[in-house]
């Protein structure tokens, strides 16, 4: 059984440049929920893709966007980056909404 | 509002000391809880969880947490302190909200373990 993967690792941005996360869900879950771990944060709540429909979503702007596919698989983009989106990137999986499992994350720095 | 309150920023103690580590919650309904575990530049690991039941959970690593339903607590403890476990703590509620079901996290403890 393959768990949540996350692509890239780490990513260095310039503020105003776009960024595109990817995640991979672990077999099986069909729900993918992602987070923004500041420095010295515990994670927030981004937004939630549930069979390939946007299923909730916390207090972030509208450039926080994101994407699920068929297989499951999601994207978070970020348009028009600031300095403040530096951070962890947490991708967690689940079935419906049972149990979540987290990715090791891809960690963003906004120069 | 759904809340999870983790008192302690840092915590300092002795390699083979005993330790506890607190979170309190604000939930209406019956909480899921866990906790988690961070080492510098890496992802969550979880330690427990709590779903229903026995209110004393075992987890990984020798850590255990106590369920208090009367003081909205879920406190990590562990009878003995490895050096290894020096790291943060996350204690976390999964909450759910008009169909979406997310998880609210505290802001962490750091644990330093003295040698």
């Known amino acids: 059984e393959t768990g949540v993967t996350q692509s890239p690792t780490h990513l260095i941005k310039t503020r105003g440049q776009q960024v595109t996360l990817r995640c991979s869900s672990q077999s099986g879950h069909n729900t993918v929920s992602w987070y923004q771990q500041a420095l010295g944060q515990g994670p927030q709540f981004i937004f939630q893709?549930?069979?390939?429909?946007?299923?909730g979503r916390g207090n972030f702007p509208p450039r926080f966007s994101g994407l699920q596919f068929p297989n499951y698989s999601s994207e978070l983009n970020v348009n028009a980056l600031e300095l403040d989106d530096s951070a962890l990137y947490l991708c967690?999986?689940?079935?419906?909404?049972?149990?979540?499992?987290f990715g090791p994350g891809t960690r963003l720095t906004v120069l | 509002a759904q809340s999870v309150t983790q008192p302690d920023i840092h915590i300092t103690v002795s390699e083979g000391a005993s330790l506890e580590l607190r979170c309190n919650y604000s939930y209406g309904a019956t909480p899921y809880l866990f906790w988690y575990v961070q080492s510098p530049g890496q992802g969550l690991q979880l330690l427990l969880k709590y779903f229903s039941g026995d209110t004393l959970v075992q987890g990984i690593k020798g850590f255990e947490a106590e369920f208090k339903r009367s003081q909205s607590s879920f406190n990590l403890r562990k009878p003995s302190v490895h050096w290894s476990d020096a790291a943060e703590y996350f204690c976390?509620?999964?909450?759910?909200?008009?169909?979406?079901?997310?998880?609210?996290f505290g802001t962490g403890t750091r644990l330093k373990v003295l040698a």
């Open positions: 976390a509620v999964g909450a759910g909200t008009s169909g979406t079901y997310k998880y609210i």
């Open positions: 967690a999986s689940s079935w419906d909404n049972g149990e979540q499992f």
């Open positions: 893709y549930y069979r390939e429909e946007e299923n």
